[in-house]
């Protein structure tokens, strides 16, 4: 399998990054073992994950996510063969933990890391901006943590392009660690933001960009293409809002292309991803086998000029 450095950085990942806001939500422990074997079975070596996951499921305290991959990975005693991401900033909602303070990100990373079963995280990210907190206060808590040797790299998600921008010539102006992805909003039905506000800025900064939410939390698979559909998923509801025109629209696309190479529109969505040119790997999740078959499809599906005509044109 053919792998790509992150940023400038020497970590090395497939073209899928496994989304891992499923465990211990969706899928239990047992469920997520399954699928986090025959993802690495595979050939990939690339988690995302976050300090949070996934605390919004009701009983949920939040770090549900990051203790399953941590049992996962001492079971499997393969902690080496994995690029492991994950995130801090986002708020558990208990009144305390959230932020991009430098106490706050000590605190945090800590916490995973015990979670993980693990002494260092390979990919940090910012989850989302804390505009509380100068940028040079965060940049310094992580430069910490990567001199202690428990992050090996740090990157962003959900941070405003101009405090993205800040922190990147922040990084630079004071040989800080500097943000090596970015982990966007980005898909067929997502793209104005991206393309627009962020794509400059990875591409000025050589940032890898990992996209989530890749197939728009399952819409894109077209399960999804009445309102009676919904109920086909926990997650339904969270596809209800593209039951319009538009998303219709990319599916019938994703339709016509998929009958053409004989595949599916979960493959397509994310060949369409891979097909983008500051794109690393998608970052999606998959609830069963037969769906990260679809997944794992993507990869080896090389969408020609003429697809990517017809994708452009009903996503535009
Ligand atoms: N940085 C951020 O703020 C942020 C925000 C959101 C997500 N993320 C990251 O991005 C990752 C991916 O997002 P996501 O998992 O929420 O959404 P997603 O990748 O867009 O959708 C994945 C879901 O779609 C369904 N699916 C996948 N393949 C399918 C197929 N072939 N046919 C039918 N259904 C299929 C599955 O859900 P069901 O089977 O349950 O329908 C699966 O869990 C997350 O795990 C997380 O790591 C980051």
Redo the contacts with the bound molecule.
Sequence with gaps: MKKINIGTSDLQVGPLNL????FGW?LDETQSFDILNAFTAEGYNFI??ADTYSVWKPGNIGGESETIIGNWMKVSGNRSDIILAT?VGWDFGDGKRKGLSAKYIAQAAEESLKRLQTDHIDLYYA?IDDETVPVEETLTAYDKLIKEGKVRYIAA??LSPSRLTESLNLSEKMGLPKYQAL?PHYNLLERELFETEYAPIASAHHLTVFP???????FL?G?YRSEEDLSK???GQDAAKYLNEKGLNVLKTLDIVAHKHNS?P?TVALAWLLAQPLVGAP?????SKA?LA??FAAPKLKLDHEDLALLDASSK
């Design positions: 989304g891992g806001n499923v969706t995302d994950t995130k989850h998600s959900n982990q989530y939410w890749s197939l728009a939390a399952g698979s399960k998923s926990i997650r599916v979960a970052i999606v999740s998959a609830t769906q679809t997944l």
